[in-house]
Nanobody, 129 residues
Framework: QVQVVESGGGLVQAGGSLRLSCTASGLTFDDYGVGWFRQAPGKEREGVSCMRWSAANAYYTDSVKGRFIISRDNAKNTLYLQMNSLKPEDTAMYYC??????????????????????WGQGTQVTVSS
């Protein structure tokens, strides 16, 4: 049984940092593309950052470029999202995804998210002004 569990969300002031973690079990983590999505109240779900094996080819949505860094530790079956210089507009529920398809990271983040294999339950990030 596959489980995807996020952690690390919380309340932070604008300009601060948070690191989200996502641990996946019940699968061979190395074989999966991974990513982070977010959804704020009343807004569409958005692909924030996705990667396959190398962070060098990672995708970032424009609003987080230069502030967020995605990484993975396959030995720990864990995905990370380092979020720096946080802004109130980053406030959202953040979801981790893992997906077996061999597709570019940008497609994982911007394609039909109904096609994504597994989702976590989400972790709330709130940035106060």
């Amino acid at each position: 049984q596959v489980q995807v569990v996020e952690s690390g969300g919380g309340l932070v002031q604008a300009g601060g940092s948070l690191r989200l973690s996502c641990t996946a079990s019940g699968l061979t983590f190395d074989d999966y593309g991974v990513g982070w999505f977010r959804q704020a109240p009343g807004k569409e779900r958005e692909g924030v950052s996705c990667m396959r094996w190398s962070a060098a080819n990672a995708y970032y949505t424009d609003s987080v470029k230069g502030r967020f860094i995605i990484s993975r530790d396959n030995a720990k079956n864990t995905l990370y999202l380092q979020m720096n210089s946080l802004k109130p507009e980053d406030t959202a529920m953040y979801y981790c995804v893992v997906d077996r398809r061999v597709i570019p990271s940008a497609v994982l983040c911007t394609g039909d998210y109904d096609d994504i294999g597994y989702w976590g339950q989400g972790t709330q990030v709130t940035v106060s002004s």
